[in-house]
């Protein structure tokens, strides 16, 4: 029986002082906290003794970032796949929510009439299809290995959702994807067989402090 292990890494802390929904915006690097935090991942699977033999980021700044320190780690080429890319979003750009936000104005809320599809950004199951693409690929490059796939929030939390047989709109508060957490894909002969998540980097998420001081 052959083993293979595709890990969907969701990139680290971004800087982002403006607080805007960057979505796929360039230029938006990873924050100091962030870089520490794909460090940590780094670490994480080179002294697990983890077998990677590929690793794959979105062409997005704060992806690409975030997989360089653990392509460095094995002594690899980072590789970079388009099909990672975050989710198109109408609010690019926009602060979202209520009061000063985007959502205080009424011109962009026709785009909030259908959540299911959702209507104000790339179709949920677009995004699962372009991601499941990528993960086959990366599976059978590395059968018999492991292979790192850096993404984002939201495809990455789909694609869960799709090898686990669940519907894919949800609640976005509910989503287990934090930042830098491995979602690990676990495939046997090619099948899928089951799934793993870790958060190498909890200690350093925004807040971890005070709840650890709780």
Known sequence: MVS???HLLRHGEVFNPEGVLYG???GYR???RGQEMAQRVAKHLVEQGRD???VVASPLQRAQETAEPIAAGFGLDLATDDRLIEAENHFQGL???VGDGSLGHPEHWKYLWNPFRPSWGEPYVEQVARMRAAVEDARAAAEGHETVL???QLPVWLTRS???GRRLWHDPRKRQCSLASL???RFEDGRFVGLHYTEPAAELLPGASQVAGA
Request: no cysteine.
């Open 4 to 6: 293979t292990t595709v």
């Open 24 to 26: 796929r915006i360039p």
């Open 30 to 32: 990873l924050s100091d």
């Open 52 to 54: 990677v033999v590929r």
């Open 95 to 97: 602060t979202f929510g």
């Open 150 to 152: 850096v993404s984002h």
């Open 162 to 164: 799709s090898f686990e």
């Open 183 to 185: 979602t690990s894909l």
